[in-house]
């Protein structure tokens, strides 16, 4: 069984940081976040291969970091710069090859871990 559970999500304030963190049962290609706020849809936010190659959506690019640590099947992803407008329910997401990216359809997904960010 597939397993996929995301931490680290909490509330911060704008500019502020946080990391979240999403541990697979197995290894998997393509790791992924997505997001989804209140009354919005459901949306890419970064992937990463296995071989470290990574696709950002353009809302992210330069404050967001997505890593990934093979020997333990987790993926990270480092939030700085904050705004109110990241806030949003973040899930952990996975596929099989050969496409990896955040606006691809996923194969399995986490339950998500909350971000909120206040002004």
């Known amino acids: 069984q597939v397993q996929l559970v995301e931490s680290g999500g909490g509330s911060v304030q704008a500019g502020g940081s946080l990391r979240l963190s999403c541990a697979a049962s197995?290894?998997?290609?393509?790791m992924a976040w997505f997001r989804q706020a209140p009354g919005k849809e459901r949306a890419g936010v970064a992937s990463?291969?296995?071989?470290?190659?990574?696709i950002y959506a353009d809302s992210v690019k330069g404050r967001f970091t997505i890593s990934r640590d093979n020997a333990k099947n987790t993926v990270y992803l480092e939030m700085n710069g904050l705004k109110p407008e990241d806030s949003a329910m973040y899930y952990c997401?996975?596929?099989?090859?050969?496409?990896?990216?955040?606006?691809?359809?996923?194969?399995?997904w986490g339950k998500g871990t909350p971000v909120t960010i206040s002004s």
């Open positions: 997401a996975v596929r099989y090859g050969p496409y990896c990216s955040p606006f691809v359809m996923m194969t399995y």
């Open positions: 197995r290894s998997w290609y393509c």
């Open positions: 990463i291969t296995d071989s470290g190659s990574t």
